[in-house]
């Protein structure tokens, strides 16, 4: 990299946090400037990491003509709002997911990114780990053939509280919407929707409208089938896999785990269980997005997940809810 | 076992065959006659086997006082006929899945078992693996918790003849029929089923009616999702897999193979493909299921797979069937 | 199979009954006579498997002209006088290992067996096994190249008795001859043994002057390096495992497991322990060796496994004894 | 960490850039000064990455009271004079295995550093592997009971140059002192070490008075029984496995791949290869290392991997080649 690209971030809290301490390590990027209105809680962090600035303005990075790029890594209801003030001062711009919960909100920051022609990428971390990118790469080079059926098994390893559920737009929104475009990545577009799901692991979950556990079919554009199941508990650990597979053959990734180490006893003989949470899991993929990110800024190229690719998973989730809702299969909407 | 059991079997296609082969080995039971319509095919056969009786009528198995048992595994549209002849000669029955393609006959045929007091054991072999067994025994016991997500993924290598396609019913009552037997066998009683598909191998099969690719999600009574996967061209080899996902952990079985040898070159690391089809994969199952049809019928207890199975997997086909034909959730109809 | 085999079998111990319950169950094979000196504790198990006569006298087995083949079943000590006698009546022999522990005897009894002109098959069942097959089979179609190191893993699930102990011969006559005899099938002769070992299991092993954990290098004559590891005690079940590795690749086996069941929770992921010895883990290569020796008896050609192979195993066995006493590597004996 | 450790490294060759580049990445620590008497050739490399000082002549950084620590990752015959400067100089050691090939100039070199009072730590990075340092646990944590059996695969992917293997000290000394260091790390001190091999992989290397295929005996102090099987070509990638086996159960540590991609075809069930070799399979060994070296110098505790860890690997290294060169088993000589 030739020349250093200077940053903003907006929003302190755990994965703004962890981009910020991933960019330190890259060659070629700067973090000038961290905004968040609880900014004091930071200070500490940001103190050790000789973050410059620690404000509680974002209006501090969108007015300083040395930031070229800002990351949006706050609550997901301050997302539209940043983005527009994002574009409106010609900045690039890494949001993470969902974009919100409103495709009308959506649009209207689609329509101003679009028009200030400033580079979006939305923070689909999955795409950039390694397993995926392989499963992907077996459908993309047609080693599978054609693809007849998309599995995606995604379980958290315990279920977040019941103020987090509250405010994360429900399951779809908020955790399948990983899924969602994890489909729409090996598989292409979706045409239809069918979700069923109850909260099974904390009928509580069911009290504030949300479930905990799903079934979601995908018919895609292709004729391909897809089916997702989620659980917000795997008591086990965190659960991703996926598996591809077509008219020559399959493709199917397992979980990753800490070791490779086997131990048998009179007992059992056992293994590691899965990486615990995301962080663990995706802890490489957290750090390529930005590095490919950073890379298509610095070459003029398309970033590698875009504003589209947002705003479909977003509406992929809208369908689901329709049809938990409805009890039908749901058409998703296409861009335009 | 104490007196031998004399068994009459009408049809001596591939399964026929197969049952006559393992019987053979079995202590304390004597196949007497075989009854097909095309006896002359079976004939090298039958002699080298010294089957004492290969007739094309199968009244001389009904009229002949000696035997007690009637293997039926003749076409499925004889099924419904042979048990009411087999229960009016109060012989006890052993009858390949499916009994009809109709509720209607399936229920007169119960009817008349129900009337004449003979047992009846319907062919649901993969009950009888171990895997599938231990699957279900992790269930049972209580080690998964409470079930909230059953997969069953469920394909066959290398799809039927047209021909075939034609008479069989269709996917769900051919093929599925096993898997829905398998998710009940695990998960209790399906309320509701939804059903999508599409002819992705073969496009004739359309041109028939029928589908080759299809996934089939259920809602359990319990509350538990269940989702089967279907295909009938998996290319390398018999797929059959299940894993049961529940509050306190998973359970969940692979495929199996010929050997545990993995060989690594240059090029790969390999291991086997899964066995081939459902002789090489359920050779121990067939065997099982009817030395315990036997043991119940010596010592006057239930069969482990009843008439009342057999009649609610089918049941829950037709159900499947009017959902992918209607788009809708179907509602699973149950007995009285 | 055309003429029926009229088998007489010598010794009703474990191993016996094995042959004989699975000589029943196959075609063109009669089991006419049984002896044993201890005949009438297996009269229960011989009534009710019809057999025609259990004797305390083998010579009612060599006197016998219907009789064409011997089971020779019975203790070490036995199988050079009864391979002698069986040889002297003309009659083919099948003879469980180790054939003597003294290879002057053994020499005697070949002799004897190739002036007769019989066939004899020595009882390495190991080689009848899926597995060992396979390896055996990439490493004879040159698919791992040429061979440089061969690793085999075997280790029993229990240790036998003292008593055991005491009339077995040594670990290397009584078990690790198995591992030689694989050795030689796979990977041909031996020139070479080096051998070190110790009592860890049992410390009261060493008392009768043997060991229960031993490490035996190989030099073969083609230059490849093997390395045996043996234990009388792996407590999570019956240790089997081998791997070839060449310049083109490597083929290696994994133990047998009941089911490929794989069950997560909150503290582990577990999957079976391996088959727990060698009655369930080489089931089908008992039957497999008698069959194909059966095979050799009727078509007249060599027996996959013959008296060549079991001097040859004898004779490592020695080495390695010799080579644990003194210290050194010992140099194996060829035949002639 | 409170303070900078200033370092200086000598030698710039590929393990030397992979420290420098995996210290520019930390906390706490400062590269000031690289020597190597080829500087120039490290020039581009050194700008790119803003070292401040490329020079020719180590004095540069003996002399340098500012710096505290030195890494050795310059040629092996050099190691002694630098760690003899280096001590001198009274700064702490980081040295690459092996300390010499001569067991006197390597004790020499440990008088020098224990009257210095200096630290220095010995480059074995696989004990800082998860999947060892996890092995390594089952065993001290009593989970595998008392060690019996100790088994260490380890074969590169492809053999070095002729170049290469004549300055290299021998297999022995140059590849199998990561395995004689893990033996020990695992198992304790070694008492005797018996060894055989040959050049089966490329006959060259014979001439030059080497091999390239090795098994290596290893008899514990605790009775445990160890082997190690060499190869300088496994084509299929890095072979780095281990398993130790005792009264309770056994540890056993599979290779590492980039994914959990499994693909399944008409063909076969193929998974990743090994990582390919030391750089990728041991990355973050290589930085977990040298994090736990500098912890312990600021924290003025022992370092993990000590030199008489070193002198001990490079002992038994000596003894296993006169056991190749006498036949003979060996006894390996203590410190002291």
Request: net charge negative; with cysteine.
């Amino acid at each position: 990299m030739t020349n250093t690209i200077t940053v903003g971030v907006v929003g302190a809290g755990r994965i703004g946090k962890l981009h910020v301490e991933n960019m330190l390590r890259m060659d070629g990027v700067s973090v000038k400037t961290i905004a968040d209105p609880f900014a004091e809680r930071a200070q500490e962090w940001a103190d050790k990491l000789h973050i410059p600035h620690l404000v509680t303005d974002p209006n501090e990075i969108f007015s300083d003509s040395e930031i070229e790029v800002v990351f949006i890594c706050s609550p997901t209801d301050t997302h539209v709002d940043l983005i527009k003030r994002s574009a409106a001062a010609n900045k690039h711009i890494f949001c993470e997911k969902p974009i919100s919960f409103s495709d009308e909100e959506t649009m209207a920051a689609y329509q101003a990114v679009k028009e200030a022609g400033v580079q979006m990428q939305v923070g689909f971390n999955r795409r950039f780990d390694q397993n995926y990118a392989r499963v992907k790469n077996y459908v993309e080079t047609g080693k599978i053939g054609e693809l007849h059926i998309l599995r995606i098994t995604s379980r958290d390893p315990e279920p977040p509280t019941l103020d987090y559920v509250k405010s994360s737009g429900g399951i779809f929104m908020d955790m399948t919407i990983h899924d969602f475009d994890m489909a729409r990545f090996v598989a292409g577009e979706v045409k239809e929707v069918y979700a069923t799901g109850a909260a099974l692991v904390n009928p509580d979950i069911a009290t504030v409208g949300d479930i905990d556990t799903a079934l979601i079919q995908l018919t895609f554009e292709s004729g391909a089938l897809g089916i997702i199941d989620n659980s917000r508990q795997a008591v086990y650990g965190y659960d991703q896999r996926i598996e591809a597979f077509g008219s020559k053959g399959s493709a199917e990734s397992a979980n990753e785990t800490e070791t490779r180490v086997k131990f048998s006893s009179n007992e059992s003989v056992s293994e590691d269980q899965p990486l615990h949470f995301f962080l663990e899991r995706y802890n490489h993929a957290y750090i390529d997005e930005v590095q490919q990110f950073f890379t298509a800024i610095q070459t003029d190229s398309a970033v590698p997940c875009t504003f589209e690719d947002g705003i479909m998973a977003q509406r992929i989730a809208a369908a689901a809810k329709e049809s938990l809702t409805t009890g039908r299969p749901v058409a998703v909407k296409k861009i335009q």
